[in-house]
Each structure stands twice: as C-alpha cells, then as structure tokens.
Nanobody, 123 residues
Framework: QVQVVESGGGLVEAGGSLRLSCAAS????????MGWYRQAPGKQRELVAF???????NYADSAKGRFSISRDNAKNTVYLQMNSLKPEDTAVYYC?????????????????WGQGTQVTVSS
C-alpha cells in the first residue's frame, strides 16, 4: 500500500505565499515523476508543475515565475512554493506520484493521488 498525503494549504491574502508539502509512504521501491495539480470549482483538474526524479521541472504557464517545485528523494517528498498568489490560484491542490512498488509477482508501477489540500486566496 502507498499513501500520498498533502499538507500546507490554507487561506492567504493576494500577494502572499504558501508552501505545500506532499509525502509518499508505504512499500515504495522508487518514485519517478512527482507533480502538483489543482482543481477549481466547476473546472477540470490541471497540471501546475512536476519534477522528475533527476530534478527536471516543468510548469504551467500560470505558475511560471511565481511557483517553484522541488523534491527530497530521501524523504519521498515534493514541495510547491507558491509566491505572489492571486485569487485565481484558489483551488484544491493535489499531489501525484509515479510509484514503483514490490509485489509478490514482481515490480508494479502506478500513479497515486493525495486527498488534496485547499488553497484559498482572498482579494
């Protein structure tokens, strides 16, 4: 079993900052890409940023210059530093991790999602 748990959401004024954390735990052999997605009310879930195991990053245009993603492979943890927050950043933020686990029949790869953390930016 693999658990993915996000933390760090909350209410912040426009222009403020938040740091989200996401930790994966369980019978993990390795984790490839880790990413952050968000879903605002009435909208589809969208990619915010992801980081490969080697540290390569990719950002949505809306996040470039304001958000920074990083990871600690030893802790199976990914972070999202969000600065200059805007009301349109208000959403539930979800963590996603590509995890390889060891099963009785061999290795298995699957994508795991966290339960989400609410970020609300007031104007």
């Amino acid at each position: 079993q693999v658990q993915v748990v996000e933390s760090g959401g909350g209410l912040v004024e426009a222009g403020g900052s938040l740091r989200l954390s996401c930790a994966a735990s369980g019978s993990i052999v390795s984790i490839s890409d880790m990413g952050w997605y968000r879903q605002a009310p009435g909208k589809q879930r969208e990619l915010v940023a992801f980081v490969s195991r080697g540290g390569s990053t990719n950002y949505a245009d809306s996040a470039k210059g304001r958000f920074s993603i990083s990871r600690d492979n030893a802790k199976n943890t990914v972070y999202l530093q969000m600065n200059s927050l805007k009301p349109e950043d208000t959403a539930v933020y979800y963590c996603n991790a590509g995890v390889t686990t060891s099963r009785s029949y061999g290795l298995e790869y699957a994508a795991y999602w966290g339960q989400g953390t609410q970020v609300t930016v007031s104007s």
